[in-house]
């Protein structure tokens, strides 16, 4: 089958430019013929595809221009490649199928600074989405989480039967238990200046504000555990609220690991208590791991989660009190309830291999012949 895939980077820039460079090798892999839409390709991956490229020249200097042009030129070429479907993956409004990697822009978007949600780059991105699910002119939408699919069913009326939830591949065999646990954390916890003997909790974030660190060092003030930062070096106002709780001896910070995986090996308890998210891969990759989490209720990767099974919910992640006794209740489990929950997290997230991922959508794909 020849299949177009339409976005604006295809480059190792994030966690949707990550997926959907896998995304494509799997298709090829498979023996699907590819062609591109882009404004940017990484000539290694070009080289790998053997895609039919259609580049988009796109101004330099301006997003919101950028933008613009790469949706008017994405919108003709979709309805003149010689392909079997197009498929989306960006501000873009016509194609056959279109996922919503990101969720729901217009949920997103009312957590951002007041300068942000106002600028003019930040309302054309709406208005792109409303367009892409009220237009008329992409047929499917894949989501990652049936929470995405009902918050764009009630801003934009698009019917259900339009929606198909494929949640996000994880690599099982990358993200797995560490074969001896002690060793990794205590491995770890030198390189971080930490004590292996005391409970270690884990945050992953490149977005502090919208992941929820203010109110998660918040309630670090009254828990007895050391809080393990991994991402975005910390800001000043971070660095202030940490000296100003008193935090220093508990909370170590890590840049971004290339292995992360051993991170999540190390840790006790993955803790997420973040604002939005569709399905974030940290949750994924962290139960692989088989690291027990505290996942917040607005990550749409609670379709996966049952309370005290396979995890514990934060239910209201934006304060603090709530936050601290969530924590109180990980900490009051045994070793034992511990690592059942996570070897029920690993055990719900193995089913969600690469072949099962391309599996789902050639089946919807051929459904819409």
């Known amino acids: ?204 974030s490149l977005s502090h504000r919208r992941k929820g660190l203010d109110p998660l060092l918040e309630a670090w003030r009254g828990v007895d555990a050391d809080l393990w930062i991994v991402g975005k070096p910390l800001n000043a106002h971070y660095r202030a609220l940490i000296a100003r709780h008193g935090l220093g001896e508990r909370v170590k910070t890590m840049a971004p690991q290339s292995n992360v995986a051993l991170i999540y090996q190390a840790a006790d308890w993955f803790i997420h208590p973040t604002q939005y998210d569709a399905c974030a891969n940290t949750v994924l990759q962290s139960m692989a791991c088989g690291l027990p989490g505290l996942i917040s209720v607005h990550d749409g990767v609670i379709d996966l989660l049952e309370e005290g099974r396979n995890g514990l919910l934060l239910g209201q992640p934006g304060d603090p009190a709530a936050i601290g006794a969530v924590v109180g209740r990980a900490l009051g489990l045994s070793e034992g309830d511990r690592i059942a929950l996570g070897e029920a997290a690993r055990a719900t997230v193995e089913p969600l291999t690469w072949e099962a991922h391309v599996r789902k959508w050639m089946l919807l794909i051929e459904k819409m012949d």
């Open 1 to 204: 089958m020849r299949i177009a895939l339409i976005y604006h980077q295809f480059v190792p820039r994030g966690g949707l430019e990550g997926y959907l460079m896998e995304f494509a090798l799997r298709l090829k892999a498979a023996g699907h013929e590819l062609d591109v839409v882009a404004g940017e390709i990484h000539p290694a991956l070009e080289k790998e595809l053997g895609a039919q490229v259609h580049q988009v020249p796109l101004l330099r200097g301006s997003p919101l221009l950028r933008m613009w042009q790469f949706e008017r030129e994405a919108s003709r070429l979709a309805g003149e490649l010689p392909v079997s479907v197009t498929i989306g993956f960006g501000r873009t409004t016509t194609h056959d199928l279109h996922r919503a990697g990101g969720g729901c822009h217009a949920v997103y978007s009312r957590l951002l600074p007041p300068w942000k949600r106002w600028s003019l780059k930040n309302l054309l991105e709406l208005k792109l989405e409303r367009q892409l699910y009220t237009s008329g002119r992409t047929r499917q939408f894949v989501v990652n989480s049936a929470q995405v699919a009902g918050q764009l069913q009630e801003l934009y009326g698009t019917p259900a039967d339009q929606f198909q939830v494929i949640h996000t591949a994880v690599d099982t065999a990358r993200f797995q238990p560490a074969a001896d646990r002690a060793a990794v954390k205590a491995a770890v916890c030198k390189q971080l200046g930490s004590d292996p003997d005391r409970p270690a909790f884990l945050f992953v």
